[in-house]
């Protein structure tokens, strides 16, 4: 045959190498239909996730069933061989209805007989075997070798399985009807598994388990990156192991029975717990990205007459922003830069205006570029679009003041060049020491200025002394106000940033009062300053009496658990005083210099009769006890009254004669307590305290210490009135605290209808 094949058409000999493969089909299907239909049955048990159901006993045993029966299937394939070109040139006859086996016929030779007729009959042959062929298709005949239809079954079971679960676990549960649960007597092994997220976050910790999260979920767990793993192990007597991004690490044993291990999730996209080769557990995780925050200049930077910066800044995080900060850069030297923290609510998104105050910043009066800065939990940063300005400086009317300005820019602009301003300082020193009498509050922090400018050469020097400078000039101009000003700013920072993070009751009631003191203090020190103002016409400011009336009503709002209106009325009572604080510079911007003298002498004044008061306090604590009273006491009461008398000396030279004759009445009190005198010293300090109230309505007309008379520095009368005042009283205030505390009280109540106790956390939810 063999050279019969080699002589045919080549069309003839792809259709032998096809019909090659049918008869290799019929000869292996019939051999080998065991190991498919075994395939596909385990295959269908394992889609249908029945194998791990069983103890791990017979699970094992099964398996070894299936592994023992495929080798059983193998053993017949041997028989199996390649058809030869004969077989395929009788089956290519059979499927053609070639009749007398023409293939064969063309492969006989002649004889005897005539050549001429022998050539015709293999033409024709030929001729017949020019035409089209056709190849069956194969023909198993499984039915013969399996008559029951036992095959079809397999196929039944994994066309269920398909289509109960999908394609999404197949491999998922082949693994597992590949590992048969072992369990030796006794509960199976207790798996906990906990992911916890980074505090930053502010998210619970997530449970993994078995029940909740079926191993080969194909949906990842979402966790934030840095979450830490925590799995425990009960029951078991081998070693776990964790796989994360293909590394193995072990468990740590803490007794014979139970094992732990902990791990950061930085990378990877599997969690896997393995007990020896069996797999315990496996979830495919997510690990989500840190972004870093966004920040941005809702608007420019814009400065109001007092040169306090506002600032409006929108900010978002995926998890909170952390910290707000302002990076300042010197036009000049980009490479110098500072930060300006700014307080903000931890809020994943952030929108909110700051007034900030840089006036006394060393670069105060020079070109910066102002650039947003946003962290998150995680130490991430994000800026916004910088924006250049020149930082508002302070116009201070004190020469002494403007020189120590002067002074301290000069300092900013040449940092390296120490000796003029150790002159000037010098110069300064002698001059003060004679005019200010060896004011403590201004010679020692200008002596140390000039000590630190000559000896220190550490980088930290120069800010510092610009520090020390800056306090200096502003009690130079204002006295104890700027003081006074900042604790007003704090106390208003403090109480909006409780009730932007829902402080409690408690909390906002302290924070409502030291608001309440701080400004008292605020207007107490600028009782000079308001009086001026009363006598410019045309300026419209809240009145005190106004200031209180809203603090009140803050403290009320905060007291009935209303935050919404407690926020609106601390943000109003924010407006009024940097309306009052810009009024008042507007007013100290266009006085005149004897003006000047004068309010800078009415603030000296009060400082002076608020101290000269609480030595009077002393010198009456004392008497109650004079035999606890000792010389040391005596001199120490003595040596302050002096002080007092001395700081006076300046005020009454200008002053009235009411002012000497205080001075007289302060030394007097002075002698008698150095004595040990106290009954006299009270009678002549009381004398000197009416005479330097006196003196200061002199100095700034229609001025007392405590303002309008029976009011407080905030224009309330000294009687507690609700009716004059416009606020509820206390009667009223405690029927709304009654009111209040039975809803929640009823709220509480389990026995009550859900319905009515929906609508009762509904109401205290709206308005309380």
């Known amino acids: 045959m063999a050279g019969l094949t080699d002589s045919l058409p080549v069309s003839l000999k792809r259709r032998i190498r096809l019909t090659r493969r049918v008869l290799w089909w019929e000869a292996a299907l019939p051999l080998a239909w065991p190991l498919v239909t075994l395939i596909l049955l385990f295959l269908a048990l394992a889609q249908l996730d029945l194998l791990p159901w069983l103890p791990g006993w017979l699970h094992a045993l099964v398996l070894a069933v299936f592994a023992l029966g495929l ?68 023909r198993p005949l499984l039915a013969r070798h399996d008559p029951w239809g036992l095959r079809a079954l397999p196929i039944l079971l994994l066309a269920i399985g398909l289509a109960g679960n999908g394609l999404h676990d197949i491999p998922e549960r082949l693994d597992r009807a590949l590992s048969p649960q072992w369990s030796w007597g006794g509960p199976p092994p207790s798996l906990q598994v906990w992911l916890t997220p980074p505090d930053y976050t502010h998210r619970p910790p997530i449970l993994l388990e078995p029940g909740l999260l079926e191993p080969g979920r194909t949906e990842p767990v979402e966790i934030p990156i840095g979450s830490r793993l925590l799995a425990q192990l009960q029951g078991a007597s081998a070693t776990a192991k964790l796989v994360l991004e293909n590394e193995s690490r072990a468990f740590e044993r803490l007794d014979d029975d139970s094992q732990k291990i902990t791990a950061p999730l930085i990378a990877g996209d599997r969690i896997e717990l393995r007990l020896g080769w069996r797999r315990l557990a496996a979830w495919p995780i997510h690990l989500l990205p840190d972004q870093p ?32 900060r302002l990076i300042l850069r010197r036009s000049a030297h980009p490479q110098e830069s500072t930060e300006v923290a700014i307080a903000s609510p931890h809020g994943a998104e952030v929108s909110q205006t700051s007034w900030i105050d840089l006036t006394g910043h060393p670069w105060a009066g020079l070109e910066v570029i102002l650039q947003p800065q946003a962290e998150d939990g995680a130490g991430q940063t994000g800026v916004g679009t910088p924006q250049s300005l020149i930082l508002p400086e302070r116009e201070f009317h004190n020469s002494f003041a403007q020189a120590i300005a002067k002074l301290r820019r000069q300092l900013s602009e040449r940092p390296d060049n120490r000796q003029g301003p150790i002159t000037v300082l010098d110069a300064m020193l002698t001059t003060l020491e004679i005019t200010r009498n060896n004011d403590p509050q201004l010679i020692i922090p200008l002596s140390a200025a000039r000590s630190r400018l000559k000896w220190n050469q550490e980088p930290d020097a120069v800010p510092s002394t610009q520090a020390l400078l800056w306090q200096v000039a502003l009690r130079l101009e204002d006295g104890e106000r700027p003081k006074a000003e900042q604790s007003l700013t704090d106390a208003q920072d403090a109480l909006e940033q409780a009730l932007e993070n829902g402080a409690s009751a408690e909390e906002l009631d302290r924070l409502s009062e030291e608001l309440d003191q701080a400004l008292r203090n605020y207007l107490e020190l600028s009782l000079a300053d308001l009086n001026l103002l009363s006598s410019h016409p045309g300026k419209s ?55 000047a003298q004068a309010r800078q002498a009415a603030q000296a004044l009060q400082q002076v009769i608020k101290d000269q008061q609480d030595l009077l306090n002393q010198t009456f604590q004392l008497s109650r006890h004079p035999d606890a009273l000792d010389p040391a006491d005596s001199d120490h009461l003595a040596a302050q009254q002096l002080a007092l008398r001395n700081r006076l000396d300046p005020l009454a030279a200008h002053g009235s004669k009411g002012l000497k004759d205080a001075a007289d ?23 000197a305290l009416e005479l ?33 005042i416009g606020i509820p009283n206390q009667s009223d205030r405690n029927k709304a605290h009654d009111i209040l505390d039975d809803l929640r009280q009823r709220a509480a109540q389990p026995k009550r209808d859900p319905a009515e106790r929906d609508y009762l956390q509904r109401l205290l939810k709206e308005f309380f």
């Open 71 to 138: 080798l059983a299937a193998l053993w017949p394939l041997h028989k199996l061989h390649r058809p030869d070109d004969a077989a395929c040139l009788r089956r290519i006859e059979e499927d053609n209805g070639l009749t007398h086996r023409p293939f064969q016929a063309l492969e006989d030779s002649l004889v005897i007989g005539s050549e001429s007729l022998w050539q015709a009959q293999r033409d024709r042959l030929i001729g017949t075997l020019s035409r089209p062929l056709r190849t069956g298709f194969p």
């Open 293 to 324: 925050p966004e920040i941005a200049l809702s608007e420019p930077v814009t400065a109001n007459e007092q040169g306090r910066l506002k600032i409006a800044l929108q900010a978002k995080d995926d998890y909170g922003i952390a910290q707000i």
């Open 541 to 595: 400011i809240a009145l005190p009496q106004e200031m209180a009336d809203l603090l009140q009503q803050m403290h009320d709002a905060a007291q009935l658990g209303s935050r919404d209106g407690a926020k609106a009325a601390a943000q109003r009572l924010r407006e009024m005083t940097e309306q009052l604080k810009a009024a008042l510079d507007r007013v100290r911007k266009g006085e005149s210099p004897a003006q």
């Open 665 to 687: 009445a302060m030394t007097d009190a002075a002698l008698s307590l150095g004595q040990g005198e106290l009954e006299d010293a009270l009678e002549l300090q009381n004398k």
């Open 692 to 724: 330097m109230q006196q003196g200061l309505s002199q100095l700034s007309p229609g001025l007392s210490l405590g303002g309008q008379s029976g009011r407080d520095p905030l224009g309330r009368p000294t009687r507690t009135d609700s009716q004059d």
